[in-house]
């Protein structure tokens, strides 16, 4: 399911993530812990695609449902490149327009009428054919660039602060990811009900994050994670923020998940009883993962 080798990351001097390799299989459960600094949550972000790696060295990789992560990085960042170059075309239109218009119409004598009529045929024509073939390559690119639709399908994120919207209701919320993802407005806020049910917050559909206890704005954090089926679900500290009481709830609710939708989770904690329920528990330290527990 999760396949990283090799993994760096350095933020200007500092050296945070020094080599990193782990193999996650899919419906696992999997704690990763560590003393703060140690790297966890930056493994994590690189893991769920929401940072990049410093993955120059030749034997770096990272793999999630068998899709070459890096890859998608790397052609991610070509269309952003490709975005910005494209805004050199309306200019070259506009300084075509202005020659033009030069030649043609404000010095018709110096023209021969042959050559004015073909440049005012080729006003319509060169500007119809460079947005032609530049809409074509982006498009040829756009079908290799989906990181994004890749996360918004395969992975779902639960924080340690739930990060709900507080202008939209609970269903609402939780029918977001769907959204994007462009599911119909009617099958998104029947899969969202029926993960508010699951969750027991059937009677919550119509209440804004301020009118829900923590443990219920985390749960419809976890409804919003799981709102497209996601493969893998990354929580960083899912638990800080909630009463004993709460986080157990959550950690028992994590592994109800597993049971029922067979999601594998990889979770960064310092909850040790959290830590010691999942099926294996990695330690970090100075950036590297030193202890990989025996599966239970």
């Keep these: 399911m999760i396949k990283a080798t090799n993994i760096h990351k350095n933020y200007g001097d500092l050296h945070v993530l020094k080599g990193v390799d782990l193999h996650i299989k899919k419906g696992e459960i999997v704690s990763i812990v560590g003393a703060s600094g140690a790297g966890k949550t930056t493994l994590l972000q690189i893991l769920g695609t929401l940072d990049n790696p410093n993955n120059d060295k030749n034997d770096s990789s990272l793999t999630?449902?068998?899709?070459?992560?890096?890859?998608?990085?790397k052609e991610e960042s070509k269309i952003h490149k490709l975005k910005s170059s494209s805004l050199i075309i309306p200019f070259f239109r506009v300084v075509y327009l202005g020659f033009v218009?030069?030649?043609?119409?404000l010095f018709p004598d110096m023209v021969d009428t042959y050559l004015r009529n073909a440049i005012k045929i080729s006003l319509i024509i060169v500007p119809l054919l460079i947005f032609g073939i530049s809409r074509l390559f982006l498009k040829k690119k756009k079908k290799g660039v989906n990181l994004s639709s890749f996360?918004?399908?395969n992975l779902?994120?639960?924080?340690?602060?739930?990060?709900?919207?507080?202008?939209?209701?609970?269903?609402?919320?939780?029918?977001i990811p769907a959204f994007i993802k462009k599911t119909p407005k009617d099958k998104a806020e029947k899969r969202a009900k029926e993960l508010l049910d699951f969750l027991g917050l059937s009677h919550r559909y119509n209440h804004k994050p301020n009118e829900l206890s923590g443990g219920e704005q985390q749960r419809v954090a976890v409804a919003r994670a799981l709102i497209?089926?996601?493969?893998?679900?990354?929580?960083?500290?899912?638990?800080?923020?909630?009463?004993?009481?709460?986080?157990?709830n959550l950690h028992q609710l994590f592994f109800k998940l597993r049971d029922q939708f067979g999601q594998t989770f990889v979770i960064v904690t310092h909850n040790r009883e959290l830590a010691d329920m999942a099926d294996r528990k990695l330690v970090m330290v100075d950036g590297k993962i030193v202890t990989k527990l025996s599966e239970k």
């Design 101 to 105: 218009i030069f030649c043609v119409f």
């Design 64 to 73: 999630i449902n068998e899709s070459d992560i890096f890859e998608l990085q």
């Design 228 to 248: 497209n089926n996601p493969k893998v679900i990354f929580a960083d500290e899912p638990s800080g923020n909630l009463d004993s009481e709460a986080a157990e």
């Design 156 to 175: 779902g994120f639960i924080f340690q602060f739930h990060q709900l919207l507080p202008e939209f209701t609970a269903l609402e919320n939780v029918c």
């Design 151 to 153: 996360r918004n399908t």
